[in-house]
């Protein structure tokens, strides 16, 4: 008989076991980016992705009194990051860090660096872009063009 039909037999209680060696304990599962968030789902100001954010003085000073995320983020903001990396460092939704990252810099914990209007659209920009990605080596260490020796 299953355990919970009858709660009047008493099942001893099963012993838990080592972790098996080699195998990294799993952690618990995370907190729903709802309740990171408080419902919110976007920052009033819809911080684009590769807007660049760096602690002040007075976040780090506050650094203890802050709620676990916002720590993190602000503890990961001792040098500039992107909103995109800053996800990406922390394993938080990109949206989470866009509302926290909203709600830091209102409280004066992050100075935010937004990105030019008009720089997505400029051509000379684009053009950079795509010419740094191509420098970049693969993992044989060969550039993208002609598949030569970086």
Known sequence: MRPYVAPDEE????????EPAGEPARRSLSVRPFLVTAGRVTDADRLP?????VATTAGLA???SLTFEQHDI?????EPLSLAELAARLHLHLNVVRVLAGDLRTAG?????????GAA???SVLRRVIDGLRAVPDSRGLTRDNNRPA
């Open 11 to 18: 099942q001893p209680a099963a012993e838990p076991g080592p």
């Open 49 to 53: 992705l590769e807007t660049q954010v």
């Open 62 to 64: 506050a650094l203890p």
């Open 74 to 78: 602000v503890a990961a903001c001792r």
């Open 109 to 117: 914990h992050l100075t935010v660096h937004a990105p030019q209007v």
């Open 121 to 123: 659209h400029d051509l």
